[in-house]
């Protein structure tokens, strides 16, 4: 037996979750999430439904080159630990936000394009001697922009396209990356920083070395100290530097460097342009009929074959979560014989049944997740509303994905998150796949299809969520 001297008595703590909290959404409302990025995945790899405007790459593409030479010069090398990894991120998040500002401030209608923040943002560059702090935002909205903000939403491109990154760790600028950022500082003309791209680690940026180091654990101070032309204009501004209204549908400028990228022969282009021509080829009238096109057309790959019949159990479940939630519009409870008996109830449930039942005819098909549709179609039993809609609360409230929109007790609907405005449906980046092949002459115009078809972006977190 060994000697009590030798026994460590101490107590221990083991930590068997992530630092930092998960962010909880409320956009996978019939927890059939992961399976419908499955399906993407199989017509639009390498891509993201917030992957969604070329001019954002290019902008990230500066953000990260330019944020790359003070990280350096603070001290920062390696990303290799996840400490090491947020404080990069330190240095690039004050340039997202800086570019929705002068977005705000340059664009009119700045509203109608992506800005991941702009409710707070705005207001923080609107008004008279605003605090620097955050940009108006609180602890929390802050840390948690890393996940919702515009880099979140495009890191995969910096990860998987060819050249963003170096052997794609979504950090460090490689050949494209710098490309893109070196066209775009050429484009700010006055807005510019006033010292050069890649000054960082020369004897011409001994300025950075100073000042960065005193501007660690401050970093957006420290951008908006610096970087004072961030809101000016110039020749061409709106064309050549801006984010792009979401119902733009142009070539960019800077077309000969992101058609590469997104459409050329490595990595998943090859699959990327051959489905978004073949879109533009279907002359569909909606998302469904292009569903099944794509199906037709690939027909030797089974899982495309089976996005049409789960495009429609999926929006079917969704038409009448819609249902319940107009239902709650005005009330903050409704009973569910109230919701049954409403007379769009019926056409609804009857959809939905259907859609279950025809799923089940193609049950066979092995795929990743597939489980949750199975689970999710046999849910549903009957199309008389008052039963369907039962088991739809019931199966949203076990299986749904992030926040629930509402729960059933004691025969009444009770709602768990703020009323929404309708919601985004389950699919498969054929919106931001298409407007990127417009916006790199791929094709000539957005398939009107899809024209309407705006997949939404994700869900802001709520208030309190964390990193």
Known sequence: MAAEADVDFEPRMFFTAPWEPVLVRRGDALGLRALADQFAEAVAPGL?????????????AWCLARSQDVFHASGGRSVATRMEQRKRYEWLRPLELMWVARTIALAADWSSRSLAGQRSVGPWYESDGQPTHRFGMSADQFRSYRQTG?????????????????????WTPETATNKLAKWLDGKLGAARPWWP???????????????AKLGSDAEHCWWLRHWDTFDQGGRDVEKNTLPRRKDEFEVLPEVDLLRPLIFGSTSSGPRRLEVAREVAKSRAANHIEVCAHLAKVFGGNHTITRIPGFSRLADAGMAAMDLMAGALDTDTRVSLAKVAALPSALPVCEELMDAAQEWHKGADLQIRHIETAHRFAGAITSARPSVCLSELLNHHEVYGGGLRWFVLRNGRIEPRTPPRTGSSRYRFRLWSLCRLATQCGVLRTMPPALRDDDEAEEDEPTEGAGE
């Open 150 to 170: 515009m880099y979140g939403g495009y890191r995969l491109a910096f990860r998987k396209w060819p050249g963003m990154t170096r052997l794609g760790d979504g």
């Open 197 to 211: 791209l890649h000054v960082g680690d020369s004897d011409e940026g001994s300025f950075l070395k100073r000042s």
């Open 48 to 60: 993201s439904n917030r992957i969604r405007d070329g001019r954002w790459v290019t902008i990230l």
